[in-house]
């Protein structure tokens, strides 16, 4: 085949090139608007976008004119056969571009977009897309999960099969159990899915990650989900309570790991294979929500520099979530003040930073002098999920102690807590 | 044999009984004072001692009279050929009895005690025992690290082969990156060990996880490291970093973790084994100490419910630790803030809530602008650490960037951070 001028070839052509040594084939997709002028964007075989950085008078082999290609760099075609499932973007890597010029990444703004990154979710489902929210995950705020809640309440009283709600990955997992405790009857599944790597570079896991949220969703289950890789290969995703799960390393795909319990599933993608355990199946009826979320709640990491001053600080907040150590314990001079806190009406929830285990209140001293403060112990619950069930919890007008002991959606372990 | 009344037999003797449906067989021991009248010790084969409550008029065998086994329950004779070793005692369960009648654990208070609990000590070295602080870990505040670091220093320059510091495990991660840090030149071992269950429990760690320490401190090795179980069962224990290891679980023996690098040894105390990898060996000269401990910094989880008032709050201290989301991130509104602060010259850094993984601040907007801030990324290193670290640092009066982003003890890798 003969090389041509990449003045030569058009947006849906099949091309091959040779840049620095490597040779990349592919379809070549419409310039992005964040891509410089310098770089083209191939999909890859393997469903990546990839953006390949290029001289002027560069030269391609020409493999196939696009005509039958269309199909990927257009807006997919749409069989209403398929099952109907919801997609919520509300920001985050897996719905990012890379801007190829500087390696920054920016999220999609459009409905089109999201397609466009992943035109085969339509072989699988009739997609609804829309955007709800475009922020990076670490901005969420606690009146985004009610947003996003009430968002998916809406669509599953709509009809369809599921939800999937697209997210950054950084506070994931905190509105993960948000959702958790908002959703009060959830008939249907619905899987929050995020990438660790976005959808333009080769290592993405975006793709593969929305493909198993699709599975899941088309699964008899029900509940709040969060679908992630399980390894570093292509090959499965774990499925994880969305009260359990954590995100675990700042890079890997496989950050994502149910904490205290297994992962309750996985999905192979590619093989269209969904294994879970003990989950309840769908439902008919509707969907409802309860409760708001409280903002002014802290979370304090316990340490030895941590001070009364500090703890007085939380305390001008409607509730205190401690990250203890060790079997949940505090240093003992801190004790009187947190005791003083409880009196004046301000919960005190005891967690463990060490994030594995249990708190445990009846071993050391220590432990029982805090309960004799009136500090509520939270058992395996995760540190993260513990304030935001406390947020919750403060907004639904009921026992605090009894609502953050009380197992609710798989948070708490069987195990004795108090 | 004959079975005897229990006023029959003396402490020393070996007796077997049996309670409940089973059989124990021991040595007897003293009456501790925390035991109950209705209490009895045995120091069983294994080397634990047990608890065992029996009623009035009870009936045990009379194994053997305990004339040989009395270095069992007296102070064990001193070989002064063997390797002199200085054992610290701080407190915490590794030096613990259990209060029978009511399940609680108190410190020891006596060099005598430890050598109670642990009498074959003085078959692998010659212990020089001495009770520095009596505080369960929880308890410790950073200038109880500034009194270790000086004890050890005068230990190690007394001569000993190594010093061991027996300690709480809530915060023995945050003691072993403070001595590290403190301790500038260590020409041979400081082992900190601890144990998760009390030495008084059949399941007790505390005994495996002594003789451990012992035989890494006669091992040709220099530095500060923490020795602790590796597993569920008898065998080997891990040696970690001190400035990388965590408990990453409440109560399981194999909670303490070499975190983002792996363990630096390991330790089969009964095989007497000790396998390095990559570390200083023992060399002359004297131990001395670099700076001291400044108390007034925070340690902030960030989390989608912290403010602008958590962070003024924060920055009334000296330093500010964040433990980012994700690559190290925080809400984008905050940034100006964390913006302010940095310029009224308290130093922010950052480190991430994954635990595993390195921030990297160059991928997202967000870490750019946090970065643009002033914030001072800190890799893959511990939020612990980093707490730690610049507490230290900011007693040296040298440039804190500069000491918070170079590798001093390794607890940074060696990947870019900034």
Redesign the interface.
Known sequence: MRAVPLTEVSVGDRIRLEVDGREYEGILMPRHRFGGKDIITLKLDNGYNIGIRVIKGKKAVLVKRGVEDERSVKAPKVDHKKPRISIIGTGGTIASFVEYTT???HPVETAAEVLYLNPDIADRCNPGVSILLNK???????KD?VKIAEAVTAELNSGVEGVIIAH????MG?TAAALSFLLDRVPKPVVIVGSQRSSDRPSSDAHLNLLAAIELVKANVSGVLVVMHEGMDDGRCSVHLGTRVR??????RD?FRSMNSPPVGWVDPLRKCVELKGLPEKQDGNATRIGDME????????????TED?LL?AASKKGIVL???????????LIPVIGDIVRQGVPVVMT?Q???????S?????G?KLLEAGVIPCGDML??TA?VKL?WALTLGEDIRESMTTDMVGELGSRRVV
């Open positions: 390696g920054a990444v990076l995950s670490e901005d969420m705020v606690p999960w950054g990955t950084d506070t905190y995100k675990m390393h700042t890079s890997r950050a903002p002014r709640v802290a979370l304090l990491y316990v340490n030895p520099a941590l500090d600080h990250a203890g150590t060790g079997l949940g314990h505090v240093n003992s001079e463990s060490c994030l594995y285990g249990t708190v445990n009846h071993v050391y001293s220590n029982r540190p993260e304030l947020m």
